[in-house]
Nanobody, 126 residues
Framework: QVHILESGGGLVQPGGSLRLSCEAS????????IAWFRQGQGRRSLACIT?????MYDDSVKGRFTISRDNGKNSIYLQMNDLKHEDTGVYFC??????????????????????WGKGTQVTVPL
């Protein structure tokens, strides 16, 4: 049974930093790409890491956010720096859908991900 748990969110002032964590279980972690999404005003894919560790970023977070994975801990991290009000939302860690492309990222289609957790809230006030 696939299980994903996000944590690390909170209230942070503009310009501050947070590190989100994502713990996964119930599947072969190293076989899958994993992405971070934000649900705020709409759903947006922010960062993705392939099974081999290659990364991709949305332009809105490039240079500020860093995604990483620790395969020994079945975990994904999102280091967020220089946070802005527009980064506010619920952040979800999502597994790429099982299939021939499961190891690869797809930033263009945010609906090709099949499991996620309950999310973690990030709030950056004005």
């Amino acid at each position: 049974q696939v299980h994903i748990l996000e944590s690390g969110g909170g209230l942070v002032q503009p310009g501050g930093s947070l590190r989100l964590s994502c713990e996964a279980s119930g599947f072969i972690f190293t076989d899958y790409a994993i992405a971070w999404f934000r649900q705020g005003q709409g759903r947006r894919s922010l960062a993705c890491i392939t099974s081999s560790g290659d990364t991709m970023y949305d332009d809105s977070v490039k240079g500020r956010f860093t995604i990483s994975r620790d395969n020994g801990k079945n975990s994904i991290y999102l280091q967020m720096n220089d946070l802005k009000h527009e980064d506010t939302g619920v952040y979800f860690c999502e597994r790429r859908s099982a299939g021939p492309f499961q190891a690869m990222c797809n930033m263009g289609n945010p609906y090709e991900y099949d499991y996620w957790g309950k999310g973690t809230q990030v709030t950056v006030p004005l």
